[in-house]
């Protein structure tokens, strides 16, 4: 059983496009993140949220939009998409802030 | 600016041998660390851990020393396995956020 799991792996789409990366955990914790893992290969926080509620916002463009229906699920939406959002974006949950990060496997986005 | 940095991106080792992973860190508020493993199209998977408090922490094949006054955490493998051929990050905790560094990739030659 995938205890993280972000849907689609792969998202080829064409500049200014609007797309949806899903993420659902299924362990049971409270707080869920999105990271992007840049060309450089560093990983950086986008958000956090702790039982729905958003924690942690980076410096991120307003583009970019956290949603988090129930605790299990934390969804990033991104508007009018750049080539600069060319990235692999992972989800991670964790128990608590106090406690290791599960990751997902992570989704390739590549914008043309 | 990257607060934790990992300067070796790769480490060749033959296995058997030792394989030591360091990584160096400019922020002193933090306060507790971590080395995560990845392989290839997979998510980063927790490895091991160290509070600021300790200077080592210790699990199986896998040891983390931390050097507070050096601002300085290593990780040591042994012996290592061609399992273990992946990449590794370092990670370290402020004020609920992880920051991590660029990887270390290692290589277990047969």
């Known amino acids: 059983d995938t205890a993280v799991s972000q849907t689609p792996k792969y998202l080829v789409t064409q500049m200014g496009n609007d797309k949806s990366i899903k993420c659902e955990q299924n362990?049971?914790?409270?707080?869920m993140y999105w990271y992007k893992q840049d060309s450089k290969k560093f990983l950086k926080i986008m958000f956090s949220y702790n039982n729905k509620e958003l924690i942690i916002n980076e410096t991120v463009p307003n583009r970019f939009s956290p949603k988090s229906p129930d605790k299990a699920h934390l969804n990033l939406h991104i508007n009018s998409l750049e080539l600069g959002d060319s990235a692999v974006y992972f989800c991670?949950?964790?128990?608590?802030?106090?406690?290791?990060?599960?990751f997902g496997p992570g989704t390739r986005l590549t914008v043309l | 600016d990257q607060q934790v940095k990992q300067n070796s991106p790769s480490l060749s080792v033959q296995e058997g041998r030792i394989s030591i992973l360091n990584c160096d860190y400019t922020n002193s508020m933090f306060d507790y660390f971590l080395w995560y493993k990845k392989y290839p199209a997979e998510g980063p998977t927790f490895l091991i851990s160290?509070?600021?408090?300790?200077d080592k922490n210790e699990d199986g094949r896998f040891t983390v020393f931390l050097n507070k006054s050096a601002k300085h955490l290593s990780l040591h493998i042994v012996p290592s396995q061609p399992g273990d051929s992946a990449v590794y990050f370092c990670?370290?905790?402020?004020?609920?956020?992880?920051?991590f560094g660029a990887g270390t990739t290692v290589t277990v030659r047969a």
């Open positions: 990670a370290a905790r402020d004020d609920y956020k992880l920051s």
């Open positions: 160290i509070s600021s408090i300790k």
């Open positions: 362990l049971g914790h409270d707080t």
């Open positions: 991670a949950s964790s128990q608590d802030y106090l406690n290791e990060q599960f």
